[in-house]
C-alpha cells in the first residue's frame, strides 16, 4: 500500500512529508494540502504546504548540491539513474495505487506508466553518457580569411538548478521526463508535483532518495500553487523551467526571464479523414485517441475533421465502439473514469451544453453522476460552438464534416494551438503535403496523436508550447555549449611541410 513498508518514512500521521536535503520533513507551516479522490469525491491524501522560506531553503541547497554533482563523472550519474530506474520498476504495485486514487487512472495504466517511467530514466541515462561524452572540434581556417591557429574545443556543461513542473494526468513519467535529463546532465532538481498526482511523485522521489543520490540534488516541494507558486518559478535561484500543463504556463513564460523553458501546454488536436481512409482503422484510432484516459491527453484526438462523403459511415462506426466502452471505477479498469475534479466536469459540460444550444447532433444521450461524464461523441458540430475551438480534457469528441481538404487544414490551423495532429489516407503523398500544410508540432498518419516512444521529439507550436522534449532534446535544452580556444603563434596544419623549421 501507499505510503507503508519501503515508504513508511515519506508520512506523518496523515499528511505526506516533502523532500529536501536528503531527508523527509514536515513543514513549519503546520498546514496541509487535500487531495480529493476524483472517484469518491472525499480526500484521499493530504501532503505539506511548503512555505517561501522552505523554497529559499531548497534553492540554497540545490545550488550547493549541483556544484558537487557537476564533477560526478558521467557513468557515475548513469550508475545512480540506472539505479533509481530499477526501485522504481520494483515498487510499481504501491506508486500505481497512488494514481488509481489521486487522479482515478485505470489500475492497468497506471502500472504501464510507472513501468515506462522507469524505462525512460534508463533510456535517458544511457542516452546521455553518449550525448555528454562527445565534444567538437573547430578549426579556425574553415572560416574563410582565417588561417590554422585556433583550435576551438567545445563541450556540454550543466545550467544549474533546474525547476520541473509535472502535470496531473501523468505526473511520474512526465516528471522523470525531466528529472532524469537533467541529472545526467550534471544539473540539480527541485520538483514541485501537481496537487493531482503528488503522492505519486512522492513515492517516485523516494525512489531516487533510495539510490543513493547525493544530498540536497533532488528535492520535492508541496503546497499551494497561489502561495509558492509563483515565488518558485521566478525565483533567481532556478536556471531553467520544465512545466507541462495548461495555461499557467503562459503566465510563467512572461515572469520568467532570461533562462531556458520547456513548456508544453496542451492542444487540440485535429484528425483529418479523407474519403479514401481505412475507416475501420480511423474508428478505433479516434476511440483509442479520444477517450483512453477519459480523454485527459494533451494529445487525445479532440476534434475530428472527417469529409463529408464518408462522414455517416465514420460516425456509425465510432458510435458502436463507444457503445462497448465500459464506464466505471479505475480499480475496476473501466475504459471511462471520473475525470480529475468537479471544476473540470463542470467546464466540460458547459462545452456540452452550448453544442446542444446550438444544435449539434448528441449521438449518445449526455449523463453525468458527479465527477464521471460517460462518453459522448458530438456530430454535425460547427465552427461556432465552443467545442469546436476549445480543449475539453474530457471523454467528448466533436465531429466536423468538411468538403474538401483545405476546409480541414484551415479549421486545423485556425486553432490557437498547434501540439499534434493526425491525418488519415492510403495516399502518402497526399497525407505528406497535408502534414506540411498543418501548423502543428508533430503529425501522425495513419494513427492517432501520441506523446511517445519517450525519445522521440515532442513539441507544440503556438500556444502549445515552446521548445521541444524527447530523450535528447530534453537533455541538450538542461545544457549550455561551453568553448575553450586555443591561440597558436603560427599556423599549424597537419602533416604539413616546414613543421620542424618553425619549431
Not at 531553467?240 to 495548461?246: A, K, M, N, R, V
Amino acid at each position: 500500500m501507499a505510503g507503508t513498508g519501503l515508504f513508511s518514512e515519506i508520512l506523518d500521521g496523515e499528511v505526506y512529508k516533502y523532500y529536501a536535503d536528503g531527508e523527509w520533513k514536515t513543514s513549519s507551516s503546520g498546514k496541509s494540502v487535500a487531495i480529493i479522490n476524483p472517484s469518491t469525491r472525499k480526500t484521499q491524501y493530504k501532503v505539506q504546504a511548503c512555505t517561501q522560506e522552505e523554497v529559499n531553503s531548497v534553492m540554497e541547497l540545490s545550488k550547493s548540491a549541483q556544484k558537487s554533482w557537476a564533477k560526478t563523472p558521467l557513468w557515475k550519474r548513469a550508475e545512480l539513474l540506472h539505479k533509481a530506474a530499477a526501485i522504481l520498476k520494483d515498487n510499481k504495485v504501491p506508486i500505481a495505487e497512488s494514481l488509481v486514487k489521486e487522479i482515478a487512472k485505470p489500475a492497468k495504466d497506471s502500472v504501464t506508466e510507472v513501468v515506462r517511467s522507469g524505462d525512460l530514466i534508463s533510456y535517458c541515462a544511457e542516452e546521455g553518457v553518449r550525448i555528454l561524452g562527445e565534444g567538437k572540434f573547430l578549426l579556425s581556417d574553415s572560416f574563410p580569411g582565417n588561417e590554422r591557429t585556433k583550435y576551438c574545443l567545445t563541450s556540454k556543461i550543466p545550467l544549474g538548478v533546474v525547476l520541473a513542473i509535472p502535470p496531473f494526468n501523468y505526473p511520474v513519467n512526465l516528471a522523470v521526463s525531466k528529472i532524469a535529463p537533467a541529472l545526467i546532465a550534471g544539473n540539480s532538481l527541485v520538483l514541485k508535483p501537481p496537487t493531482q498526482g503528488a503522492v505519486s511523485c512522492l513515492h517516485m522521489v523516494h525512489c531516487f532518495h533510495l539510490a543513493g543520490f547525493p544530498k540536497g540534488l533532488i528535492s520535492c516541494i508541496t503546497g499551494k500553487g497561489s502561495e509558492i507558486g509563483d515565488f518558485l518559478t521566478m525565483h533567481p535561484a532556478v536556471n531553467c523551467i520544465s512545466f507541462t500543463g495548461g495555461d499557467t504556463g503562459i503566465s510563467i513564460s512572461k515572469k520568467a526571464g532570461m533562462i531556458p523553458l520547456q513548456m508544453e501546454l496542451g492542444g487540440k488536436d485535429a484528425c483529418v479523414v479523407l474519403e479514401d481512409a481505412d475507416l475501420d482503422l480511423v474508428a478505433s484510432n479516434i476511440i483509442k485517441g479520444g477517450f483512453s484516459y477519459s480523454g485527459q491527453r494533451c494529445t487525445a484526438v479532440k476534434v475530428v475533421l472527417v469529409m463529408e462523403s464518408v462522414a455517416d459511415e465514420l460516425v456509425e462506426k465510432v458510435k458502436a465502439k463507444v457503445a462497448k466502452l465500459t464506464v466505471g471505477p479505475p480499480e475496476d479498469n473501466s475504459d471511462i473514469t471520473a475525470v480529475v475534479s468537479e471544476s473540470s466536469a463542470n467546464f466540460i459540460e458547459g462545452l456540452v451544453m452550448d453544442a446542444k444550444e446550438k444544435g449539434a447532433t448528441f449521438c449518445q444521450e449526455y449523463k453525468r453522476e458527479g465527477n464521471l461524464i460517460w462518453p459522448l461523441l458530438l456530430d454535425n458540430v460547427r465552427p461556432d460552438m465552443r467545442i469546436a475551438w476549445e480543449e475539453p480534457f474530457g471523454p467528448v469528441l466533436p465531429v466536423l464534416r468538411i468538403n474538401s481538404v483545405e476546409e480541414g487544414i484551415n479549421h486545423c490551423n485556425a486553432s490557437n494551438f498547434g501540439l499534434q495532429g493526425c491525418v488519415f489516407t492510403k495516399d502518402i503523398n497526399k497525407a505528406i503535403l497535408i502534414s506540411d500544410a498543418m501548423e502543428t508540432g508533430t503529425v501522425q498518419i495513419n494513427s492517432a496523436p501520441a506523446r511517445g516512444p519517450d525519445h522521440f521529439p515532442f513539441q507544440g507550436l503556438k500556444d502549445s508550447g515552446i521548445g521541444s522534449q524527447g530523450v535528447t532534446n530534453s537533455i541538450n535544452l538542461m545544457t549550455k555549449v561551453k568553448t575553450t580556444v586555443i591561440n597558436l603563434p603560427t599556423p599549424s596544419y597537419s602533416m604539413g611541410d616546414g613543421l620542424i623549421a618553425r619549431l
